[in-house]
Each structure stands twice: as C-alpha cells, then as structure tokens.
C-alpha cells in the first residue's frame, strides 16, 4: 500500500464508521421537486398546489399548462411583502388569481385571461403568497376575501422542496 492512498482509505472508515453508528444522523436530500404537488387547504377546502419557490418557478409560473384540475393549482411564495403583479403569458388556459397577505389571509381574487400579456397588479403592497387555479375555482368552492390559507402546510412543503420555510414564512 502506497502512502497517497491512507487518507482515502482513512476518509471511507470514517463515513462507514459514523453510517453503522447513527445511520439517521446522515442528512438525507430532499425528495420533493418543483412538479410535486403538495395538499394544502384554503378556507376549508384541500388542493393540490405545486409550490413556486425560485425566481425561475415564479417566472415561469403555469406557461403552457393546457389544463388544470379543479383541486390543482400553483401557490408562489416571497420572502417580503411587496405588491406583486401577474400576467398570463404562454398561459393558454383562463385561471383565477388569490393575493395573500402574510398571515395567510386571502386579500383579492382577480381573473386571469389566457394568453393576456398585460400585468394584473394587487391592490395592496402587503402581498406574501399569490395563488393561480382553475377559472371558477375560488367561486366553486365558496372562497372569498378573509380566507385562511394553511400556514403549517406551506411551511412543510416548503421544507420538503429543501428550502428553509423560516427564509419564506413568518414565525408560526
């Protein structure tokens, strides 16, 4: 055995090492990506929601999404409250649009027109979440302004994505 090879073979017994000692210690990557659909509840009813995090998810968004499930839906998150502006570009499908103020409280719903490339801005600037689905989901589900979005949820798919839900979410 040459001298270069002992701290690789050094380096393996101690991963083997501290494996068989406490193989739960050993971090695990996060198995939840951008497509997985986290469930989710607004004002008493479950949905299905991907979780836009990124700058790139947010950008992109629902672009050539062709249909969407009553129960389905997007729900970008910030870190800040800021007023937030969408558009329904490359979006070919009519969707509704929640703003949500940082305690999870629905503040607006708005329409959103396929294809329309003009931005459709909040009325207020204490915007945190902001959720797309279906046309007629909002009315269909009897969702209105002063709605509860589920918090505890968010913050545990935002943890299952693999990123810091304290970074996205006020202190529970």
Request: glycine letters at 6%; hydrophobic letters at 45%; a neutral charge.
């Given at each position: ?38 469930p ?11 979780i ?55 503040d ?39 709605a ?25």
């Amino acid at each position: 055995m040459t001298w270069q090879r002992i701290p690789s073979l050094c380096c393996i017994l101690v991963a083997l090492a501290l494996g068989a000692c406490n193989p739960a210690a050993i971090p695990t990557p996060p198995v939840a990506n951008f497509a997985t659909r986290f469930p989710v509840n607004l004002g008493g009813k479950t949905f299905r929601l991907q979780i836009a995090l990124t700058e790139l998810e947010i950008k992109n968004g629902l672009m050539g999404r062709r249909a969407l499930a009553p129960d389905e839906g997007m729900l970008f998150v910030f870190p800040d409250n800021a007023r937030r502006e969408f558009w329904m570009r490359n979006v070919p499908i009519n969707l509704a649009l929640g703003y949500f103020t940082a305690d999870g409280h629905l503040d607006e719903i708005r329409p959103l027109i396929a294809e329309n490339p003009e931005t459709i801005p909040s009325r207020s600037t204490a915007i945190r979440y902001v959720l797309e689905l279906s046309e007629n989901a909002f009315a269909a589900n009897a969702l209105g302004t002063g709605a509860q979005l589920d918090l505890a949820a968010v913050r545990s798919a935002i943890h299952q994505r693999g990123f810091r839900p304290d970074a996205y979410l006020p202190p529970p």
